[in-house]
């Protein structure tokens, strides 16, 4: 008897699954793998249904002989201990980001005289439909507020990039990369940068742009994605102001809000000493992260304490000590910020700071020191890396440029050649 493979990352089986299995039949007996968690998050989207659901799931649909663990996005594992006879797929993986993962399995099957066998992917109403309610399943607050502590106990480090706006959202939740080892990547999840969020009105980045105004970006944002959100809350202003915010992005279904212990008119961190930037107390800030914490509703908002010693060029030791008060006070992570180009200083941080607490998440903004890596960090505990103004600082000397051009030459057709076509701004949304 023969063996044929599939692998799931589904939550919902649907027509096309079915088809899948049926097609296998034909040609022996049907082992299905079950993606695991930590690949799924990077491959496709994050599961609502967990590991074990999804396998007991799998194995009682007809015709399934049994059903194994599948970790590796690429195959090797499970075509290493099963060597199937088959390995088959929708051909949706023909094309696309997912035609690297087709091209490596063939090559391992065909090492020992295994095949790939595509099937026609069905896309019809009911899949149209399962996709929708998983979308909704997943942009659903309360699913959505959980879902930082989930990533960050099931993943190295969570990837959070920069949003304002419903279509900087938009291309935090859809681009998809192959990396150079053929990986699939993607980020994990969204930072509503103060800096962004008000440099897209136009204002500067001192609590000017009001709480109102912030709510209204982040709705923008919930109405269109699905990734968890980590919401910048500057100094998190009076404690008897910050409870309510708490609740209302706890309403809202964001993961957590981050405030850093500066007190009156907070400045943009980058300019460091540059201007006068006053540092909170330890204590009065210690009974903000409290009164937060006793005012939240649910268990999965989180506040995390940013610390500027580093920028206000306090010292390591301050920087420390207040990440042990913070830590005491509530606070469920701690973000510390540098502007210097290199990271030595966060390192120490991360390295000292880990001695003491294995635990507590530890949140970085490499902006200036930006040469370091995802996997740098993550040697050094870190759980969160926020790229924290990269699409704005991306797309405005983009717009200034254009913006130049028409005015030199009187015309539009010079810029042309670097502008998104007509068709595809139009489609870019997808229609509901
Ligand atoms: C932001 O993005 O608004 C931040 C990070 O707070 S920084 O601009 O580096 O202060
Ligand atoms: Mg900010």
Excluded at 7 to 32: M, P, S
Excluded at 69 to 90: A, C, R, T
Excluded at 141 to 157: A, F, G, H, V
Excluded at 301 to 326: N, Q, T, V
Aim: aromatic fraction near 6%; hydrophobic fraction near 40%; proline fraction near 3%.
């Amino acid at each position: 008897m023969k063996t044929v493979y599939t692998c799931f990352a589904t939550d919902v089986i649907h027509a096309g699954h079915l088809n899948i299995i049926n097609e296998a039949q034909k040609y022996g007996r049907v082992v299905v793998g079950c993606l695991s968690d930590r690949a799924s998050i990077r491959y496709n989207r994050f599961p609502t249904v967990s590991e074990d659901k999804r396998i007991e799931m799998y194995g009682e649909i007809e015709g399934v002989d049994s059903v194994i663990l599948q970790n590796d996005m690429f195959y090797e594992d499970v075509i290493e201990s099963l060597h199937p006879d088959y390995v088959i797929h929708g051909d949706n993986w023909v094309k696309g980001p997912e035609s690297s993962i087709r091209a490596h399995v063939i090559e391992l099957v065909s090492a020992y005289g295994g095949e790939v066998i595509d099937v026609p992917y069905t896309f019809n109403e009911d899949v149209k439909k399962v996709d929708m309610q998983i979308k909704e399943k997943l942009s659903m607050p309360e699913y959505r507020r959980k879902r930082l502590r989930q990533l960050i106990s099931m993943t190295d480090i969570v990837k959070a990039m920069e949003a304002h706006s419903g279509l900087t959202g938009l291309s935090v939740e859809k681009t998809v990369v192959e990396g150079e080892n053929g990986m699939l990547d993607q980020f994990d999840a969204m930072w509503i940068s103060s800096l962004c969020d008000s440099t897209a009105k136009g204002k500067p980045d001192i609590e000017l742009v009001d709480m109102t105004s912030r709510f209204r970006t982040i709705e923008d944002i919930t109405e269109v994605t699905t990734k968890p959100i980590i919401f910048d809350g500057d100094t998190g202003g009076l404690a008897e102001h910050f409870v309510y915010t708490v609740r209302t992005l706890e309403r809202l279904g964001v993961s957590a809000v981050i405030i850093e212990d500066k007190t009156g008119l907070k400045k943009n961190s980058l300019f460091g000493t540059e201007v006068e930037q006053t540092q909170a107390d330890i204590e009065d800030f210690s009974a903000k992260i409290r009164a937060g914490k006793k005012a939240q509703l649910t268990d999965d908002f989180m506040i995390i304490a940013r610390i500027e010693s580093l920028i206000l060029e306090r010292g390591m030791e301050d920087a420390l000590k207040r990440a042990e008060a913070f830590v005491a006070a509530g606070a469920d992570g701690i973000m510390i910020h540098s502007r210097r180009k290199t990271p030595d200083e966060i390192l120490e941080f991360c390295d000292r700071f880990r001695e003491k607490d294995k635990t507590t998440p530890i949140v970085v903004v490499p902006s200036s020191y930006n040469t370091i890596t995802e996997n740098e960090l993550v040697a050094h505990g870190v759980n969160i890396v926020i790229y924290a103004n990269q699409l704005t600082r991306a797309a405005f000397p983009a717009m200034q440029k254009t913006a130049e051009d028409i005015l030199r030459y009187h015309r539009a057709k010079e810029v042309d050649d670097r502008l998104m076509s007509i068709k595809d701004i139009i489609t870019l949304i997808d229609e509901i």
